[in-house]
């Protein structure tokens, strides 16, 4: 079955530091894979996407994740955090095919220390 | 405003009552979608509309779910005799077209059964 598994739970860093975010995923066919970021009582804002081509993918905010197929991983990355970057991170794979109906990890929340 | 509006915010029922949960897309957007978001957990895929047809209903949990979207724009997904396992955060995302275009997620709203 398709699923998508982010092995932190938590993770804090501080100001300016960079940050990676993991996820894996097990899907049979190419992935369509996401990272959304969800603030305290707001909907999920998209901040990138992979559907095919370069394997580093650049997002909103300063975000890049990497596609890896021989490891089955889209990690998430940022140079240098922003008190403003804590909230909770979801990686996500596309399982219908059209691109939207997606299976979500658990999420990654992230705290930023000053 | 221009995003996907969803009422009521918080709706708390007692077990066995049912409720009904109300989604307003993006004007324009001909696909919707309902996520199911329980505590610490990511998004669930619920059910998918094209405009007023349901494509897509594999997500819903059981047959006291039922979602419309009967004139392709405003939806509601209603819940019948609702349990205490209802309780979680449903979230509405609309998009375009639903091919490969982005998703655009509301703020949800959180159901509490008593």
């Known amino acids: 079955a398709q699923s998508v598994t982010q092995p932190d739970i938590h993770i804090t860093v501080s100001e300016g530091a960079s940050l990676e975010l993991r996820c894996n995923y097990s899907?049979?066919?190419?992935?369509?894979l996401f990272w959304y970021v969800q603030s305290p009582g707001q909907g999920l804002q998209l901040l990138l996407k992979y559907f095919s081509g370069d394997t580093l993918v650049q997002g909103i905010k300063g975000f890049e994740a990497e596609f890896k197929r021989s490891q089955s991983s889209f990690n998430l990355r940022k140079p240098s955090v922003h008190w403003s970057d804590a909230a909770e991170y979801f990686c996500?794979?596309?399982?219908?095919?059209?691109?939207?109906?997606?299976?979500f990890g658990a999420g990654t929340i992230l705290r930023v220390k000053s | 405003g221009a995003g996907v509006s969803q009422s009521p915010r918080y709706k708390v029922a007692k077990r066995g009552q049912d409720v009904a949960l109300r989604c307003d897309p993006i004007?324009?957007?001909?696909?919707l979608f309902w996520y199911q978001q329980a505590l610490g957990q990511g998004p669930e895929f619920l059910t998918y509309?094209?405009?007023?047809?349901?494509?897509?209903k594999s997500g819903l949990p059981s047959d006291r779910f039922f979602a419309e979207r009967p004139e392709g724009s405003v939806s509601t997904l209603k819940i019948q005799r609702t349990q205490q396992e209802d309780s979680a955060v449903y979230l509405c995302a609309s998009s375009l077209d639903g091919y490969n275009s982005p998703l655009h997620f509301g703020n949800g709203t959180r159901l509490t059964v008593t």
């Open positions: 509309f094209q405009n007023e047809a349901q494509l897509d």
């Open positions: 996500a794979v596309d399982v219908g095919g059209y691109g939207n109906k997606l299976v």
């Open positions: 004007s324009g957007h001909v696909s």
């Open positions: 899907y049979g066919a190419t992935p369509y």
